[in-house]
């Protein structure tokens, strides 16, 4: 019923940049929360950044002052800025929305993941 799509991962050289956007389509009412998650082999996935529906932010520590998660609301879009990029920050990186979805004459809530976008950063 709800499909988000990440795109904007790839290889970049420590120091650098990239840009990481998540579309959401489908039979959407409103997108609540969404967030951007990580993970590496053998660990288990964790947050990176979260945004709420009004806005508000916060981080893993490990990216603060570095990454910046921001949502275009009308697109159904959330988009992770991610700038002096270390060897560290190499992972599978995952969208997650909580979404009130159109179900006929109702709507429920249920969360999404998106399929993974790989970020290797090169030292």
């Known amino acids: 019923q709800v499909q988000l799509v990440e795109s904007g991962g790839g290889l970049v050289q420590a120091g650098g940049s990239l840009r990481l956007s998540c579309a959401a389509s489908g039979s959407i009412f409103s997108i609540n929360a969404m967030g951007w998650y990580r993970q590496t082999p053998g660990k288990q996935r964790e947050l990176v950044a979260h945004i709420t529906s009004g806005g508000s932010t916060n981080y893993a520590d490990s990216v603060k002052g570095r990454f910046t998660i921001s949502r275009d609301n009308a697109k159904n879009t959330v988009y992770l800025q991610m700038n002096s990029l270390k060897p560290e920050d190499t992972a599978v990186y995952y969208c997650?929305?909580?979404?009130?979805?159109?179900?006929?004459?109702?709507?429920?809530?249920?969360?999404?993941w998106g399929q993974g976008t790989q970020v290797t950063v090169s030292s």
């Open positions: 997650n929305a909580d979404v009130t979805v159109r179900s006929g004459w109702s709507h429920f809530a249920a969360g999404y």
